[in-house]
């Protein structure tokens, strides 16, 4: 591979860039799922190819190909370097990438077993036993269940010298079961119906323990069907923590996005409230709440060695007992914001969160894994604290405004909360809020024994469209004066 | 990227290599470009070309699917003999339905046009020039991205089905902002000279001059004029509530209603891949004959859409709404299935000019675009989501001002049985990997349940 980043970095010089990078990746994604109890076709996706990202005139300019050959190499390069010429007819600011990122490394995943090693026939007769032990009744009318496995092998090089091969790991799955009658549907699932998934081996899907929950998730199904409707009103919520997770990306780790907030995903994704004049100033939650971005959380999916500058993994603080201290960035955003701020851009850092979500696309600011730092409580002892309210457990429905204040989260159960227990199940509940808002009125997060990663494998972003791979650590949270029930 | 030539062989080289019961070979190949812009310059401008050929063998009713960069000859048996391997692994699926049976189709291109995809980043930063030096005029910021891409589709099996088809299109989003306010506008077309770039950017910028220093409003229960942008929102959902699967799984709005009067009569909705204002098709990713299909006509609850699968399991006839097994360029997106969906949703229009629905309004709101919006529940197809890009206030007839952006939870279901009029002009739109066209709407009522303060 050495070989071929070479020839790109040198066209690109030739051809009078001032900056370059390539990234090769080969990747094979493997797919197993089962419907109704019925096998379905075992996929295999198996690709490869490179992208050439080039600075010339102050102006960006990328090209890619699947065909990997020197003499695509060259092609594909020269062509990267005719698009930023015409970047450059319409420039506001030459293009100015900071300090120096000329990293040499080798990063590979951390795993036990590797999930390609585990035969397809062991993963189909899980998911079909699974399968059989959701269909608990009659009205369960769809089950579903499947698995995925990745392998990702990239080689990223730069003009500044940087030269980092990095290995990818993640197995991820999910189980599904609807029920319908007399018109009504609903849906359970585990660990959510998008996947769960993971920067690690098969010993996750070992770890889910999807025959150990298959008639739990069954059962609440058709639990559900019969369940009272969410009542409308203001009280106090608990979150489980994968719900919370989703919150967490929604309404912070987007609005973190450096890029969102210089307004240069305006067009699709949109901008973000949390614009540099707020950057310590703004309480964004509770003294509770600390939120971090961690790209080295073991396991977690937004866990990597190097982001797609070449930019090692970091831990960032975004908000510090409350108060809102920092960006997603990237080496262009970061030096915005330092020359934004008045301060020395040639010393202003990336914070590592640029990431393609393949080799035909450019790397973006991404979420890396966006946490919720563990408070103290015991989850038993919240409930018990807690006089009334709702409980709502895992995601069904999630919407957010352009500039992430204004959120609507649905999920799929939910239990009455009164005097300190459990009581009635409900369906179709909702809630809904304005960011900081909702996070100022945390007042109790579970301690570190009830705190978990949840990947969210299907984060999209970008024209054209890419798909990122996040991490979500979260324990269950309580939330007072919270509106719930909007379904109606 | 292989030409046409390329293509055949390709796939006459995988069919005659296979040693499986049933093979089915489809290339999928883009040469794709997109230029985005922010802040007043061009900040991403990027090219891909990209190819995979996704092989599906079947030895017996076991089926199993690869797909693959490298289509070299040794990458060739490498795939074939793999995914047999994989197929031998599987149980015996029972609902497998073969692959298509021997259809040789009409090999000229009914969408395709040379100036699409000989477009150079030139021509679309000139193209996108002209909407930034009008917003700079006006003090407006304007964001967007302009593509223009050929693809090409080729699909063949041992039954003897061979089809293939080259096309083009290109799509342009503009949002325009003004400290307090933005506008919207799109289109799409697979002939890049039909979208007029100039035109769609003074509509975006003129809309977010209009829409500054908006004023809030009190969530509640509104008559709505839905610009064409916002009207495609409902189609979308509604449209993709005709899949067999779901209707037949019962989670669909149209499950138990087909031949209901459900919807106000002035509300016809179809899927059309027949229709050459919109991305024409001859087959879809299975290698079916695409049919037109009546969704919604009159109001009167129509027709699902069909792949093989569903088509069989139900002993009716395949309408050729097949997707491929998965994205080989998105992989991990269709685990579990998608199920048949329709690609050339239409709203059909009325005879109502934008200008009469909001004559017709005493006091209520105008709505250019919906902002992420999902299902909150499917059989009644609530749906909650946002306003943006310019949302006004409508008095005794006319714009009075600009309004902040509503929060709304609302059955699409419902919105659509009380139906003012439908408005005489379709507006063109790319999604997903489809283009779907729909006019405006004045609806009686609809919901709003939140503020968002700007």
């Known amino acids: ?488 | 990227m292989l030409n046409h030539n390329d293509i055949k062989d390709l796939l006459a080289r995988a069919l005659q290599r296979s040693r499986a019961d049933e093979t089915e070979v489809l290339y999928l190949g883009l040469d794709e470009a997109l230029t985005r812009f922010a802040n007043d310059e061009i900040h991403q401008n990027v090219a891909e070309s990209n190819h995979a050929l996704v092989v599906r063998v079947a030895q017996g009713k076991r089926v199993a699917t690869l797909s693959t960069t490298d289509i070299s000859d040794t990458g060739l048996d490498r795939a074939l003999e793999e995914t047999l391997d994989l197929a031998r692994l599987q149980p015996e699926n029972p609902e497998f339905p073969g692959f298509g049976p021997p259809t040789l189709f009409d090999e000229t291109p009914l969408a395709y046009d040379e100036a699409t995809a000989a477009a150079t980043p030139e021509s679309r930063a000139r193209a996108v020039g002209e909407v930034l030096r009008y917003a700079l005029d006006r003090d407006v910021n304007t964001s967007g991205a302009f593509r223009t891409a050929r693809y090409d589709w080729a699909i063949a099996n041992s039954h003897g089905l061979y089809a293939t088809t080259p096309t083009t299109l290109a799509d342009l989003t503009l949002v325009a902002m003004t400290p307090t306010s933005s506008g919207y506008a799109a289109d799409a077309a697979w002939q890049v000279g039909a979208i007029d770039v100039a035109a769609r950017g003074r509509e975006a910028v003129d809309k977010a001059v209009r829409a500054q220093n908006p004023r809030p409003l009190e969530p509640g229960e509104y008559p709505v004029v839905l610009e064409s942008y916002a009207a495609r929102d409902l189609l979308t959902f509604m449209g993709g509530g005709a899949s067999a699967m779901g209707i037949h799984e019962g989670r669909s709005w149209m499950s138990g209603r087909q031949g209901e009067t459900l919807l106000a009569p002035q509300i016809t909705i179809c899927d059309d891949p027949t229709n050459p204002a919109l991305w024409p098709m001859r087959f879809d990713f299975e290698g079916t004959p695409r049919q037109r299909v009546d969704i919604v006509k009159a109001g009167v609850v129509g027709d699902a859409v069909y792949n093989r699968l569903w088509a069989g399991k139900l002993g009716v006839a395949n309408t050729g709404h097949g997707l491929p097994p998965f994205s080989p360029f998105a992989p991990q997106q269709a685990m579990g299935g998608f199920g048949p969906m329709p690609m050339h949703l239409e709203l059909l229009p009325g005879d109502t000019p934008l200008e009469e629905m909001v004559k017709g309004i005493e006091r209520g709101l105008y709505i250019t675009r919906f902002n992420y919006t999902r299902v909150v529940h499917p059989r009644e197809m609530v749906v909650t989501g946002l306003t943006r890009d310019g949302t006004f206030w409508i008095e005794n007839g006319q714009i009075a001002y600009p309004v902040q952006n509503l929060r709304f939870t609302q059955s699409y279901v419902e919105a659509l049985q009380t139906v003012r009029a439908v408005g005489n002009a379709p507006q063109r739109e790319r999604g997903y990997f489809t283009i779907s066209s729909a006019p405006a709407l004045c609806l009686e009522k609809f919901r709003f349940t939140g503020t968002t303060g700007f």
């Open chain 1, 1 to 488: 591979m050495k070989d071929l980043t070479t020839i790109a970095l040198n066209r690109a010089q030739l051809l009078g860039a001032t900056y370059a990078d390539v990234r090769i990746l080969t990747a094979r994604e493997q797919g197993v799922s089962v419907r109704n109890g019925v096998a379905q076709e075992v996929n295999t996706v198996s690709h490869a190819g490179f992208g050439v990202r080039v600075i010339i005139d102050g102006a960006w300019g990328f090209a890619s190909s699947a065909t990997l050959t020197p003499t695509e190499m060259e092609t594909v390069t020269a062509q990267a370097v005719a698009i930023a010429r015409a970047s450059a007819l319409f420039l506001r600011a030459r293009v100015d990438l900071g300090p120096v990122e000329a990293h040499r490394d080798v990063y590979r995943t951390p795993y036990r077993i590797n999930p390609f090693d585990v035969p397809v026939e062991d993963k189909l007769t899980l998911l079909l036993e699974t399968d059989r032990r959701m269909r608990v009744g009659p009205d369960i009318k769809v089950t579903s269940g499947n698995l995925v496995a990745v392998h990702k092998h990239q080689f990223f090089a730069s003009t500044e010298g940087a030269d980092i091969e990095q290995e990818i790991i993640e197995t991820g799955g999910s189980i599904m079961a609807l029920a319908v009658k007399d018109g009504e549907v609903q849906r359970r699932s585990y660990p959510n119906v998008f996947r769960d998934q993971h920067t690690e081996g098969w010993e996750f899907i070992e770890r889910l323990d999807f025959l150990g929950h298959a008639e739990r998730v069954g059962n609440e199904a058709i639990a559900l069907l019969s369940a009272e409707q969410c009542p409308s009103g203001v009280t106090t919520l608990i979150l489980d923590r994968t719900q919370l997770g989703l919150q967490i990306h929604e309404s912070c780790g987007h609005p973190t996005e450096l890029d969102r907030v210089f307004g240069t995903e305006a067009a699709f994704a949109g901008t973000s409230f949390l614009t540099p004049d707020k950057l310590n100033t703004l309480r964004y939650g509770s003294g509770l709440v600390n939120l971090t971005a961690d790209a080295t959380t073991p396991g977690a999916l937004g866990t990597f060695g190097y982001d797609d500058e070449g930019v090692p993994a970091q831990r960032v603080p975004l908000v510090r007992d409350g108060l809102f201290v920092g960006y997603l960035t990237s080496r262009e955003t970061a030096t915005q914001l330092a020359r934004l701020r008045g301060e020395d851009p040639a010393l202003a850092r990336s914070g590592g969160t640029m990431r393609a979500s393949g080799w035909n696309r450019i790397p973006l600011i991404r979420m890396t894994n966006i946490n919720l730092e563990p408070g103290t409580w015991d989850f038993d002892d919240l409930i018990a604290d807690t006089d009334e309210g709702i409980y709502m457990e895992t995601n069904y429905s999630w919407s957010i405004d352009n500039l992430r204040l204004n959120f609507q989260f649905g999920t799929e159960l939910a239990y009455e909360i009164k005097g300190g227990k459990f009581g009635k199940l409900y369906k179709n509940a909702t809630y809904t809020g304005i960011t900081p808002e909702f996070w100022n009125g945390c007042d109790a997060i579970c301690n570190a024994e009830h705190w978990g990663v949840w990947g969210v494998p299907n984060c999209g972003k970008g024209q054209p469209s890419q798909t990122a791979h996040t991490g979500h650590g979260a324990a269950p949270a309580r939330f007072r004066n919270v509106r719930v029930g909007v379904m109606k």
